[in-house]
């Protein structure tokens, strides 16, 4: 079992930017990946970027370039730094972790992004 907070949503205007946090309970070796779905009202979850338990990242193509995914493993947490927002970024953005056979989500965090 994980349970995962979420911080750092807000309101920024176009351009600005802010950094996600999203911290797990406890130390657990077994999480396969850490990393942030989006969601818009009415429309599906999207994959925004992940981190594995290696140390590779990916990322969404729109994100590319202006978000970076980091991981503190001594404080169980892994960041999502966006920079250069854009109106198109406001979603709710959630927090997941892979622990095969099971996914966790944080309770997500508002990011609207103002033009």
């Known amino acids: 079992q994980v349970q995962l907070v979420e911080s750092g949503g807000g309101l920024v205007q176009a351009g600005g930017s802010l950094r996600l946090s999203c911290a797990a309970s406890?130390?657990?070796?077994?999480?396969?990946?850490m990393g942030w779905y989006r969601q818009v009202l009415g429309k599906q979850r999207e994959l925004v970027a992940d981190?594995?338990?290696?140390?590779?990242?990916g990322y969404a193509d729109s994100v590319k370039g202006r978000f970076t995914i980091s991981r503190d493993d001594s404080k169980n947490t892994v960041y999502l730094q966006m920079n250069n927002l854009k109106p198109e970024d406001t979603a709710v953005y959630f927090c997941?972790?892979?622990?095969?056979?099971?996914?966790?989500w944080g309770q997500g965090t508002q990011v609207t992004v103002s033009s």
């Open positions: 997941y972790a892979a622990l095969w056979p099971d996914i966790y």
């Open positions: 406890g130390s657990n070796p077994s999480i396969n990946s």
């Open positions: 981190i594995r338990k290696i140390g590779s990242t």
